[in-house]
């Protein structure tokens, strides 16, 4: 293990994330706000640190799998602690835990919150919490990795630690701008959501926060009422249009930009994700329509919910937590599913479910007639069985992780939908839950303890489980290793 490039690279993105306070200092500085002076200190200890791991570069700068995987669970971890500060410092989030939940729940694009009321934030705070959304979206390592030179027969390895989806590839043969044109997309398609939502009537503040919450799929707002706030159909719409757009794999943006039109609309996990969320809203809009005034309100309110649960993006317009349990049901299914590998989405990724489904089908029908040789095919390829069997494991362990959570947060003794919800939507990174957890509650009266199991639900999450998981084992094993001595 090459610990002294670990430590160097980690130094790298602290002071990277530093970098990425500016603005909201800028905020803070133009509305002459408290939280000026936290965002001036969090900016000094946080490059502080960064500059401190950087004293002693390593001599060889090579890294394999097992690097990128402790310095993608390292980076998010560190990343957080330090986007921590800015809340805390400002006293505005009084306790270190509270505060550490929010910039957790930011970085990995989940929207929960301990906050009951968010208005009483500065500007400068409101823009850091939702731009955590849009830094954490894309991905801190990615944009590492599109700004700084890197070995690119190495840097793959971070790319993969940190991408979702079962699989990643290069889009051009250098990694690196591979890195840039993911981001290219991504600005772009931010700044066109920006536009539009300017055109609707927004502010330009509120546009941005709104813009920048959509393209990291996480949902923070700027008012207690979310959406509803603004009580335009115009704007949900707009809303609701950029949740999908971000929810699917972007390297179907770079079929489109390159001109290669039939890659992309041939994409089966493409066809699988429009094809749920149209049966999705059709089924809430029929069962919450007695609720409202008429089929088109209802399809309004539910094709809003429906792009929001499935993208992870947890906008609200409406309290569905009032909706027929049936809904209910049907948007909890929503929050496992999740949106597109390759997006900033979080949850299963539909790619996934299509394969467990295909490989489920085919030992079905494997163990009704024994003979039959079949390769499971998405996309119209061939899956290798390696591909199939890790995702299977991945599942699994989803949900013993998931289990043993609730078991955890039960302990709290809130009622039995609060519990599982709030598991479901930390770990699935999508933001509202149910009951005490729903669009119009939060998170505040859970214990520390529990705060601390939704944060590391989060960042397994948005990590996929296996970077983290792997941080945790080889500390276990060196802890190991160190009692043995004795």
């Not at 429009?274 to 539910?302: K, Q, Y």
């Not at 609060?418 to 939060?442: A, K, Y």
């Not at 948005?462 to 084992?473: A, K, Q, S, V």
């Amino acid at each position: 293990m090459n610990k002294r490039l670990i430590l160097f690279q980690i130094g790298s993105i602290l002071i990277l994330e530093a970098g990425l306070m500016l603005p909201s200092l800028g905020v803070a500085l133009l509305h002459s706000e408290q939280s000026t002076t936290a965002f001036f200190f969090s900016i000094l200890i946080t490059a502080g640190a960064g500059l401190l791991l950087k004293l002693f570069p390593p001599q060889d700068r090579r890294f394999g799998s097992r690097e990128g995987l402790v310095i993608t669970g390292l980076a998010w971890i560190l990343a957080s602690l330090f986007g921590a500060l800015p809340f805390y410092l400002s006293a505005q989030i009084p306790s270190y835990i509270d505060a550490l939940f929010e910039t957790v729940s930011g970085f990995t694009t989940t929207g929960s919150t301990i906050l009951a009321n968010i208005e009483i934030l500065d500007q400068g705070l409101l823009f850091w919490r939702s731009f955590t959304h849009w830094i954490g979206g894309m991905g801190i390592l990615v944009f590492l990795l599109a700004i700084l030179p890197q070995n690119n027969s190495h840097s793959m390895h971070l790319m993969r630690s940190e991408a979702p989806g079962p699989e990643v590839s290069k889009f051009v043969p250098r990694l690196r701008d591979s890195a840039k044109i993911l981001y290219q997309i991504y600005i772009l398609l931010t700044l066109i959501m920006v536009g539009c939502l300017l055109f609707a009537g927004m502010p330009l503040f509120d546009s941005l926060c709104t813009a920048f919450g959509t393209a990291g799929t996480g949902g923070f707002g700027i008012w207690n009422d979310s959406i509803a706030h603004y009580d335009s159909v115009l704007i949900e719409q707009i809303i609701a249009v950029f949740m999908v757009i971000f929810g699917i794999n972007f390297s179907l943006y770079f079929f489109v930009f390159t001109g290669k039109l039939k890659n992309a609309f041939k994409n089966e996990e493409f066809h699988w994700f429009l094809g749920i969320i149209l049966a999705a809203i059709l089924m809430i809009a029929v069962n919450i329509m007695p609720l409202f005034d008429g089929f088109w309100t209802s399809w309004r309110h539910s094709s809003f919910a429906v792009t929001s649960i499935i993208s992870t993006s947890g906008f609200a317009t409406v309290d569905f937590n009032l909706w027929p349990t049936f809904s209910k049901i049907v948007l909890c299914l929503l929050m496992m599913v999740g949106s597109c590998a390759g997006s900033t989405g979080g949850g299963m990724k539909i790619v996934r479910i299509g394969i467990l489904f295909k490989s489920l089908t085919r030992d079905l029908k494997k163990f009704i007639n024994p003979r039959i040789i079949r390769r499971v095919r998405f996309n119209g390829l061939s899956i290798d069985e390696h591909v199939v069997a890790g995702i299977q494991s991945y599942f699994v362990i989803y949900m013993l992780i998931i289990l043993a959570s609730i078991l955890l947060i039960s302990l709290n003794g809130f009622d039995m939908t609060t519990t599982i919800t709030s598991v479901l939507t930390t770990f699935n990174n999508v933001g509202p839950g149910l009951e005490m957890v729903g669009p119009t509650g939060n998170f505040y009266d859970f214990s520390g303890f529990s705060k601390l199991i939704f944060c590391l639900n989060m960042l397994l999450g948005r990590l996929e489980i296996y970077p983290l998981l792997f941080c945790f084992t080889l500390s276990a094993q060196k802890s190991t290793k160190f009692q043995s001595t004795f």
